[in-house]
């Protein structure tokens, strides 16, 4: 069982209109990110995550985001087991998002 704590659209949709300090990292591949992403985030895809995420800050406060959640986890897992302090996966992913998203 995962130790990677889970944070819902909603939440994450509010703390980011409070102006809270959240780096989004969005997994996604090319084609799933053309339909939009969560304003701000960053598109690292899972695939390239052991390669790029040494251009990522290990102190911010991290939330990871994929489709529906499952590649999220696991590049969360990742970040956590390579020294990232604060990493969060967002439960149901880009199905469960309710805000806006902007076109890539």
Known sequence: MSTIPEMNGETLEQKLKNGENITVIDVREDEEVE????????HV???DLQDRYTELDKED???VVCRSGRRSMKASE???ENGFTTVTNLEGGMLGWPGDVRKK
């Open 45 to 47: 895809r899972l695939g």
């Open 61 to 63: 406060n991290h939330v």
């Open 78 to 80: 990742f970040l956590k």
């Open 35 to 42: 339909e939009g992403m969560i304003p701000g985030a960053k």
